[in-house]
């Protein structure tokens, strides 16, 4: 599985906020292949923000990663851990039904699934772990609604087998970067558990210390 399809060309790297970006910057140590922007919070702002972002490079960018914290699924990604995509899910793209939630895919509209480069992410969450860093590879789902119940928790991971982890810009980074004919990754740092809402438990400064550290390692596995 080659990656020398990036060799020579730029990385756009979108983060919810400010601190994210930081943190991506700190592990890039001033690699001048990326370009880190600020995507805002959310799906809508995220794709909107990327495809403006993926206009003005022309032409450039070979590859465009979703980058931050995010809610781990317990005994899938815990606090402090990492979390390549497999699959990148729009959980909550839908509609519900009498017999619950049917997905954009199930009512005929287009797909609530963008798929990232499977070839990165199983290079990069191998060197990952080579790197000693506690890193996984699954489902991250995008969700409007950040989960704060068990039950939507439970819900979710019933919806898509394996969830990794949930954040809420993936699936817009990626939309535009499909529209762009680019492709696309999400790597997420775990800050706190999917399950009821309590932020005194989230761990920030943790996740942003590994979203750094991966970062670090994405450098390395990206051919120049
Ligand atoms: O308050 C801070 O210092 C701070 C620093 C960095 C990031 C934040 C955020 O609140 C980022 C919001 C961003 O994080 C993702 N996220 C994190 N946990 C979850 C979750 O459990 N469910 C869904 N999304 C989560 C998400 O992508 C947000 O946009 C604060």
């Known amino acids: 599985m080659s990656l020398a399809k990036y060799v020579g060309r730029r990385i756009l790297i979108m ?19 990326f370009d880190v922007r600020l995507a805002g919070v959310g799906p809508a702002f995220a794709a909107a923000s990327t495809a403006a972002a993926l206009a003005a490079a022309g032409g450039s960018c070979g590859l465009v990663v979703s980058a931050g914290i995010a809610g781990g699924f317990p005994s899938r990604a815990e606090i402090g851990s990492l979390v390549v995509s497999s699959r990148i899910v729009a959980a909550d793209l839908g509609a519900e039904t009498p017999d619950g939630f049917a997905s954009v895919d199930a009512l005929g509209f287009g797909s609530a699934e963008a798929q990232p ?74 800050s706190n558990a999917v399950g009821p809402r309590d932020r005194a438990a989230w761990r920030i400064p943790d996740a942003l210390l590994a979203l750094a550290d991966g970062m670090a390692i994405l450098k390395e ?3 120049r």
């Open 117 to 190: 480069d499977e070839a990165l992410a199983q290079q990069l969450v191998q060197a990952l772990e080579a790197a000693g860093l506690r890193a996984a590879c699954g489902p991250i789902l995008t969700v409007s609604t950040a989960t704060g119940t068990a039950q939507t928790a439970a819900l979710l991971a019933e919806r898509v087998p394996g969830a990794a982890a949930e954040g809420m810009e993936g699936y817009g980074v990626a939309v535009a970067a499909r529209q762009f004919g680019v492709p696309a990754l999400e790597l997420r740092a775990v």
């Open 221 to 223: 596995v990206l051919p």
């Open 15 to 33: 983060t919810a906020v400010e601190a994210e970006r930081e943190a991506v910057l700190r592990g890039l140590d001033g690699d001048e292949r």
